[in-house]
C-alpha cells in the first residue's frame, strides 16, 4: 500500500508516532527528526523515504484536511512542527500575526533554482519572499471529457473559455452529461470576478451584482458542488465537465486512461484568465527543528525530486531545473505549464478580509438557494 493511503488516516500530531516508524525509526536523538504537515496525496510516493535515505532524519509526515485548521495551529503559537504546508494567500495575515518565522535563504543551496517570474507573483503577498517558498503552481480552471464534449457539440469541439462554459445554452447541453464545480466561494466568485473585468478584491456588495446573477443562473445546471468528487466522476465519466483545480483534472485524465477508457479528460486555463496561486512551504515560530524544516524544503527544490514529485501528483512545483525532467505531456500542456501569454492573463488572489469573505459566503449561499426549485433539492449531491 502506498505511503500516503496509510497516511490519509492522520490529521494530527497523534499520528506522527506511526509515521516515524515507517521512516527513521533508528534514530534516537530528539535533534535528529523532522516534523511535515502536508495536505495528503500532496507528494510522491517515494520522497519522504528517500529523504530520510538522504539525510538520516527520522521523518514525522502528518497530513491535514484543511487551511483553517492549520491557521487555528499556527495563531495558537504550538504546531508541534518545523515545516508546513500553506496557501499562499494566507500567508501575509500569519506573517502579520507574528505566527511564522522568516526563511534563512543562506540554508536553502537550490533556492536560485526557483523560478524569477514565479517568485515576483508570489511576493505580492509575500514582501521580500520573506516567509513563503513556493511548493505546487495551482490554477482554477475547466476539466472536460474530450469525447462527451464533441458528441454533443460536433467534431473537434472543445472548452477552452469561461464564455462558452457560462453561455446559458451550452451550459444546458453540458447539464445531460453533467456539471459539477469545485465548492470553493472563494475561488470560483474571485475567477467570475476576473471574467467578468470586475475586482475580485473588492468589499463593495453591488461590485458582485453580475458574478452572482451568472453563478445563480449557471448553477440551475450544475449536478453538484464538491471539493474534490468531480475528479473520480470526470475519471468514470459520471460527469464530462467540471470546475476545478489543475493537478486534480491531470489525475483524472491519469485516472481514466489507467482504467482504459475511450476518452481523455482535458485542463484548460481559460484564454480569459483565471487564478493562480502556490502552495507554499512556511516556517511556523520557533520551531523545535528549524534547521531540519529548512532541510526538508531545500530537499525539494532538487530537480530531479520536484521533478519525480510533478510527474506523480501533476502540479508543477516552479523549480527551473525540473522543467526539463517533466512527463513530456505535462511539460507541453499550456494550460499547466503556463505560456508567458497566461501568465500574464492569471489573477494571484490575496487573502480576503472579513467582509468579503461573508459576501462571497452570502453569494454562494445564495446562489444555491435561488438555482434549485424545492423539488429538486433532495439528492442533488450538492454536500
Known sequence: ??????????SSLACATLLSVSFGAQAKSDDNK???????????????????????????YVLFDSNELVEARLLSGSTGFD????????????????????????????????????????ATVDENNDYAIPYTEISLGIGYNTKKIEEIFGPGAKIDSWEFLFNKENAAKLKQCGIGVLDSPVEVISAVQHFLKKNPNSDRRSEYAQTQELLTS?????AYFHSSRYINDLASGDICVAIGYSGDILQANDRAVAAQRDYN??????????????????????????ANGLKWIDYLLKGDVASSISNEIRYI?????????????LKANPSVNLSPELLDKAYFPKAPTARISKIHNQIWNSM??????????????WD
Not at 449557471?218 to 450544475?222: I, L, S
Not at 479528460?265 to 528549524?290: Q, R
Not at 512545483?317 to 505531456?329: E, G, M, S
Not at 444555491?368 to 449531491?381: A, H, I, Q, R, V
Open 368 to 381: 444555491k438557494l435561488n438555482s434549485t426549485s424545492p423539488e429538486e433539492e433532495e439528492g442533488t449531491g
Open 1 to 10: 500500500m502506498r505511503f500516503n493511503q496509510i497516511a490519509t488516516y492522520c
Open 83 to 122: 515545516a508546513i504546508m500553506m496557501t499562499s494567500y494566507y500567508v501575509p495575515r500569519l506573517a502579520k500575526a507574528g505566527a511564522l518565522d522568516k526563511i534563512d535563504k543562506s540554508k536553502l543551496s537550490h533556492y536560485q533554482d526557483l523560478d524569477p517570474k514565479r517568485m515576483e507573483l508570489l
Open 265 to 290: 479528460i482535458e485542463y484548460v486555463f481559460p484564454k480569459e484568465g483565471s487564478l493562480l496561486w502556490f502552495d507554499c512551504w512556511i516556517m511556523p515560530k520557533n520551531a523545535a527543528h528549524a
Open 317 to 329: 512545483l516552479p523549480v527551473q531545473t525540473a522543467i526539463d525532467k517533466l512527463d513530456p505531456a
Open 34 to 60: 523532522v516534523n511535515i504537515w502536508n495536505w495528503s496525496d500532496y507528494i510522491a510516493e517515494d520522497t519522504v523515504s528517500n529523504f530520510t535515505k538522504e539525510t538520516g532524519l527520522a521523518t514525522n
Open 218 to 222: 449557471f448553477a440551475k445546471n450544475v
